[in-house]
């Protein structure tokens, strides 16, 4: 898998898959789990919810459209609910085929970063590393969530009834084990981490100006493999 990105052929296999699934209802295996024509239409319904969930980029018309059907129909007319959301999830797969899923969303979160990335070189240039690493960890942080995002990977863990973000230690972990990223890039943003949390604890000396200026290069090349695209 490419760094950073969602296979596109994973993703069109299971959307097809969904799409299948839903053709004539519940496969083989489920008809014994599944008994009644409720339960087999709340199986469908929640397959197609999920691949939507899973593939649709925030803010698609793809996800408005889920939530204008599950408004209209979802508690009233389990059929007219499913058939509509199997519509959506064919769309959707369509759309990815065709290269159509970026976003302006995912355009403006990519400069948003550039730019933090940019003043953290400002402050290390002027000497000021400790809160250029603090910036570039927290732009760290971010990109891994959005990474873990893209290729439907948990950034909460929950303990109870408490929901906890994931740590960029627990997000690095996750997306080396989903095969995201190389081992070499997993030690990477381990030791990009570091830094920022040794800055944070005010262990300057801990780190040098050189330190931080090898994590900001490699941190630029990491944005830029992983800039918001789909690939075969």
């Given at each position: ?96 085929i ?13 400069d ?47 303990d ?23 081992e070499?890039e ?47």
């Amino acid at each position: 898998m490419a760094v950073g990105t969602m296979n596109l052929d994973a993703m069109i296999a299971h959307l097809d898959e969904v799409i299948e699934e839903t053709r004539d209802g519940v496969v083989a295996i489920h008809q014994r789990e599944l008994q009644g024509a409720a339960a087999q239409s709340m199986h469908r319904i929640t397959r197609c919810v999920a691949a939507v969930e899973c593939h649709a980029p925030a803010g698609s018309i793809h996800r408005r459209m889920v939530d204008d059907v599950m408004r209209r129909f979802g508690g009233q007319d389990a059929r007219e609910t499913f058939e509509q959301l199997r519509a959506i999830v064919i769309a959707l797969r369509d759309d990815a085929i065709a290269g159509r899923l970026a976003t302006a969303e995912e355009s403006i979160r990519t400069d948003v970063l550039d730019d933090l990335v940019g003043m953290a070189e400002r402050l290390l240039a002027d000497g000021f590393k400790d809160p250029a690493a603090i910036i570039m960890g927290t732009v760290l942080a971010e990109k891994l969530k959005k990474l873990c995002q893209i290729n439907c990977l948990s950034i909460e863990s929950v303990d109870g009834d408490v929901v906890i973000p994931k740590n960029v230690a627990q997000m690095n972990e996750a997306l080396f084990d989903f095969d995201v990223y190389t081992e070499q890039e997993r030690d990477l943003v381990t030791n990009l981490n570091d830094i920022r949390l040794k800055a944070l604890k005010g262990e300057n000396a801990s780190f040098t100006n050189a330190d931080t200026a090898m994590m900001l290069i490699w941190l630029r090349e990491f944005l830029a493999r992983t800039a918001p695209t789909i690939e075969r």
